[in-house]
């Protein structure tokens, strides 16, 4: 933000929360195996936005948002509650890195969150209008809840090193 003229209002959204408000925020977060999904009323101009860490709860504890179930539902809810309409919805998903080069597939706990996205928002009937899913960097992302747009960015480890080595076996 320059001195003396205002802007957004910025939140850093931590793991395991959904950010949801009816004014334009700057969101940003941190996603490793995580995702995050962002859900934008284009006719309101108004977002939300969550980050899980594991795709389903399965009935222990509390039904939190670590959960990719539980976060798109709360996610979903949030915005409906605020007068969103569904059918005015789009969705834009991102993360699901294996970034510590382990498990692949059905036993990435990045894929397993990426197809919980996928299939949690085409049952909703939410369309995916975008998304930077996979690999094996980590990525940050800045998401205005009013236009919609995300910036992305992909991490490196700090010694410029890829997370894993060319045959796919973790560094």
């Known amino acids: 933000m320059v001195p003396g003229i205002e802007g957004p209002a910025t939140h850093y959204l931590y793991p395991c929360t959904v950010f949801v408000h009816r004014a334009e925020y700057i969101v940003s977060t941190i996603l ?5 999904v962002c859900l934008r009323d284009r006719v309101l101009a108004m977002g939300g936005i969550n980050h899980y860490m594991l795709a389903l709860w399965n009935g222990d504890g509390l039904p939190t948002p670590k959960y ?3 976060a798109i539902e709360t996610l979903l809810k949030a915005m409906l509650g605020r007068g969103c ?11 699901g890195a294996n970034v510590i080069g382990s498990g692949q597939g059905a036993f ?3 894929e397993r969150n990426i197809a919980l996205a996928r299939d949690v928002l ?10 930077d899913v996979g690999g094996d960097a980590g990525r940050k992302i800045i998401y ?3 236009t919609g747009v995300v910036l992305v960015s992909r991490l490196k480890r700090m010694d410029g090193q890829p997370l894993v080595l060319p045959d796919g076996r973790p560094r």
Do not use: D, Q, Y
């Open 122 to 131: 085409a049952r909703e009937g939410l369309p995916i209008v975008a998304e």
């Open 108 to 110: 990435s706990v990045g």
């Open 32 to 36: 490793g195996s995580c995702v995050a």
């Open 144 to 146: 205005n809840t009013r």
């Open 68 to 70: 990719g179930n539980i």
């Open 85 to 95: 309409l569904r059918e005015n919805l789009t969705a834009k998903i991102f993360g």
